[in-house]
């Protein structure tokens, strides 16, 4: 039997070489980084993640009672750079201007940098933003089974402009439940939803529609999918138990149809246990 003892944080994803999602756990001790987990060979396994209370902020270490925008104090939501607006919009984003909304240098790293925006398979099809060194990642982490890029900008703004216009006509969040699921709203190829996505933009984005029609298929560690996924949080039960049927998205899928989110609880302070 394998214990660990980590402050959780989300899954980081990789693509293997045959297509297959690859997810490393990162272990920690409140902030500091001990090596990451294997969690692929976790799959038809036992599994026991017990709650021990403690929950600490993942930008500062403090001890807190709830978190904020993925694992952080109410402060640091508001004024630490991993809580930056333009996350989550990017098109209010201004660093290529020279105007930082918190942090300049971390801004300059991740967000005057070049950012695709695609489209991806979840449950259905939806459109999303990401640097362009973090895409097969980006789609691994939403559960997609297929991706493929529409643009290529040289700044986040620019991408979350675009993003803007096409939102208005599809999705731009997935639902989880169908994800999970694994069931499809509609089968047309990505390659034709790029085309109709296209025909949406404005002259002044087609210098930076991407060329590439590359679909990109991702398979997942996946014995059994959920059938009716169940959500459950640390909050209401300390300790989540069963075999480990499945991994998709960042989410733990159990043999009774439980499925646990590890990135909505980054910052909980858990002992895993695997035999």
Same mark, same amino acid.
């Given at each position: 039997?394998?214990?660990?003892?980590?402050?959780?944080?989300?899954m980081?994803?990789?693509?293997g070489?045959?297509g297959i999602?690859l997810y490393?756990?990162?272990?920690l001790?409140?902030?500091e980084?001990?090596?990451?987990q294997?969690?692929?060979?976790w799959?038809?396994?036992s599994?026991?993640?017990?709650f021990? +209370?403690n #929950?600490h902020?993942i930008a500062?270490?403090?001890?807190?009672? =709830? $978190?904020?925008?993925?694992? /952080?104090?109410?402060?640091a939501?508001m004024s630490?750079?991993?809580?930056?607006?333009?996350?989550?919009?990017?098109?209010?984003s201004?660093?290529h201007?020279?105007?930082?909304?918190?942090?300049?240098e971390?801004e300059?790293?991740h967000?005057?940098?070049?950012?695709?925006v695609?489209?991806?398979?979840?449950?259905?099809?939806k459109v999303?933003?990401?640097?362009a060194t973090?895409?097969f990642?980006?789609?691994?982490?939403?559960?997609?089974?297929?991706?493929?890029p529409?643009?290529?900008?040289p700044?986040?703004?620019?991408? +979350?402009? #675009?993003?803007?216009?096409l939102k208005?006509?599809m999705?731009? =969040? $997935?639902?989880?439940?169908? /994800?999970?699921?694994g069931?499809?709203?509609d089968?047309?190829?990505l390659?034709?939803?790029?085309?109709?996505?296209?025909?949406?933009?404005?002259?002044?984005?087609?210098?930076?529609?991407?060329?590439?029609?590359?679909v990109?298929?991702?398979?997942?560690p996946?014995?059994?999918?959920?059938?009716?996924?169940r959500?459950?949080?640390?909050?209401n039960q300390?300790v989540?138990?069963?075999?480990l049927?499945?991994?998709k998205?960042?989410?733990?899928?159990?043999e009774?149809?439980?499925?646990?989110?590890?990135?909505?609880?980054? +910052?909980?302070?858990?002992?895993?246990?695997?035999?």
């Amino acid at each position: 039997m394998t214990h660990i003892t980590t402050n959780l944080r989300k899954m980081n994803t990789r693509l293997g070489e045959d297509g297959i999602a690859l997810y490393a756990l990162p272990q920690l001790n409140i902030l500091e980084y001990l090596g990451d987990q294997d969690v692929n060979q976790w799959l038809g396994r036992s599994v026991k993640i017990e709650f021990t +209370g403690n #929950i600490h902020c993942i930008a500062t270490g403090k001890k807190i009672k =709830k $978190t904020y925008g993925e694992g /952080m104090s109410y402060d640091a939501w508001m004024s630490s750079p991993l809580g930056n607006p333009a996350i989550i919009r990017p098109e209010l984003s201004r660093i290529h201007e020279g105007v930082a909304l918190r942090d300049k240098e971390w801004e300059e790293k991740h967000h005057n940098q070049p950012h695709y925006v695609y489209l991806s398979r979840t449950g259905g099809v939806k459109v999303g933003v990401t640097r362009a060194t973090n895409l097969f990642s980006r789609w691994i982490d939403q559960g997609a089974v297929e991706g493929i890029p529409l643009a290529l900008v040289p700044y986040r703004q620019l991408a +979350g402009l #675009i993003e803007v216009v096409l939102k208005a006509h599809m999705d731009d =969040k $997935t639902a989880w439940q169908a /994800m999970l699921k694994g069931e499809f709203k509609d089968t047309m190829p990505l390659t034709e939803h790029k085309e109709a996505a296209l025909n949406l933009l404005p002259e002044e984005y087609f210098d930076f529609i991407s060329d590439d029609d590359t679909v990109t298929h991702i398979h997942y560690p996946v014995v059994k999918l959920a059938t009716k996924p169940r959500s459950i949080k640390l909050d209401n039960q300390s300790v989540i138990e069963g075999t480990l049927t499945g991994i998709k998205g960042q989410y733990l899928l159990f043999e009774d149809d439980s499925v646990f989110n590890v990135r909505a609880h980054a +910052g909980y302070e858990t002992i895993i246990s695997i035999s």
